[in-house]
């Protein structure tokens, strides 16, 4: 089932703690610059760009030149608190990323659960809470390399998703669709990317729990990424498998002239390959 539909592509930076405000600045003027000549209005359909920087740099997206042209590309974050504001030291809540011009924001990274002890409960507060503030969340799931030798990976994302999907249905009517990222722990930063047919075939089982949940067409609108050691060459067999929409990418976005790359081969369907 591939639920065919007009999604736009959608790629996604994330720097994680990488990039001072200076580097981010420059970056970000280069990205503006290049992708404002890049992107005609066909394009613009054909994919939509979001970087996340650190949130110390959040602030260049505002700052950095091109003013008076529209931001080519999206600002997103890459967490953020599940309350809009109290006593919880060292966060942020989504109303302060929505100042800097925040759309987007990434729920329940590996490296979050794995290193700030984020769980399936609160990866669904967190979700639900951005979407109330018309933050798109991309919720991340992935199963681990043991997960995938014990052939748990259904049972793993199932796990994971199942709480998201419940708090989703509460606010499903009023929101925009949230983005899913596949990211299997073992493929992150490994340089061993999943098979693009494994990837797709993850992707549908994905799609199809949705589905079952808050129903086809709320499923047939929402974008699914692929992430994990994805970069130049790779990227383009990732978004022409089946009901796979776009990746969310680490360390090859990193350098303005691979991400630009990379966005360009997003672009083209697989017939312009
Ligand atoms: P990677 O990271 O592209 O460096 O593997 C992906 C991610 O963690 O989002």
């Known amino acids: 089932m591939t639920f065919a539909s007009q999604r736009t592509r959608l790629m996604v930076a994330n720097w994680k703690m990488h990039k001072t405000l200076a580097e981010t600045r420059q970056y970000f003027h280069e990205l503006s610059t290049r992708l404002s000549t890049m992107m005609d209005e066909r394009a613009s359909k054909d994919v939509e760009v979001v970087v996340c920087p ?28 599940a309350r809009s504001e109290g006593a919880f030291t060292g966060e942020i809540s989504a109303p302060m990323l929505i100042e800097h011009g925040v759309t987007y924001v990434i729920i329940g990274h590996s490296e979050r659960r794995q290193y700030a002890g984020e769980s399936d409960a609160s990866v669904s507060e967190k979700t639900v809470q951005a979407l109330r503030h018309q933050l ?38 009023e929101t925009p669709p949230f983005v899913i990222a596949y990211e299997p722990v073992w493929a992150i930063g490994s340089g061993q990317a999943a098979t693009p047919e494994d990837a797709s075939a993850v992707a549908t089982f994905i799609r199809e729990t949705v589905a079952d949940a808050l129903g086809q067409s709320y499923a047939s609108r929402l ?5 994990g050691s ?6 383009a067999s990732f978004v022409n498998a089946p009901n796979i929409d776009g990746a969310l990418v680490g360390g090859a976005s990193l350098d ?17 390959q």
């Open 223 to 227: 974008r699914i990424l692929y992430g």
């Open 54 to 81: 650190p949130f110390t740099a959040l602030s260049a997206y505002r700052t950095t030149a091109l003013e008076e042209l529209s931001h080519p590309f999206a600002l997103g974050a890459q967490t953020m608190h």
């Open 256 to 272: 303005v002239n691979q991400w630009l790359t990379m966005i360009e081969r997003a672009r083209r369907r697989g017939d312009e």
């Open 230 to 235: 994805v970069n130049a060459d790779n990227i």
């Open 136 to 173: 798109v969340p991309i919720v991340c799931l992935g199963e681990t390399a043991d997960d995938r030798a014990a052939d748990q990976t259904k049972a793993v994302l199932s796990r994971q998703l199942a709480p998201v999907l419940q708090a989703v249905k509460t606010v499903a009517e």
